[in-house]
């Protein structure tokens, strides 16, 4: 088991920002981008209330399939595509070592 992964953000500037991410501590992406001053709001927190934390999977990852609460928030935000996932549903695990995911454009 990884005691630390690594993840690649790309933010709404198109700048690719690499991040060491602890497995061990039950942290989810939007947590961990929050902590690196990304622009994620996650303004519900990270119960998938909001979209605020609106990411688009650019690597080939297979992650576990979303819950109906993620897929009722993401059918009501903007900008949504195929490769949509609300970040604070990610939970930070061995599987995401290598992740790309990239900011989706603010609703406002």
Excluded at 26 to 50: D, F, H, Q, R
Excluded at 71 to 79: E, G, P, R, V, W
């Amino acid at each position: 088991m990884l005691s630390t992964i690594n993840i690649t953000v790309i933010d709404r500037e198109d700048r690719r920002h690499e991040l060491e991410a602890p497995t061990d501590m039950g942290l989810n992406l939007m947590e961990l981008c929050k902590s690196y001053e990304l622009p994620v709001k996650g303004t519900c927190g990270g119960i998938a209330l909001c979209a605020s934390c609106h990411v688009y999977v650019q690597s080939d990852h297979i992650l576990h399939e979303p819950s109906d609460d993620e897929l009722a928030m993401l059918d009501s935000a903007f900008f949504v595509q195929p490769n949509s996932r609300l970040a604070c549903q990610l939970k930070l695990q061995d599987e995401l070592e290598g992740l790309v995911v990239r900011l989706a454009p603010e609703s406002e």
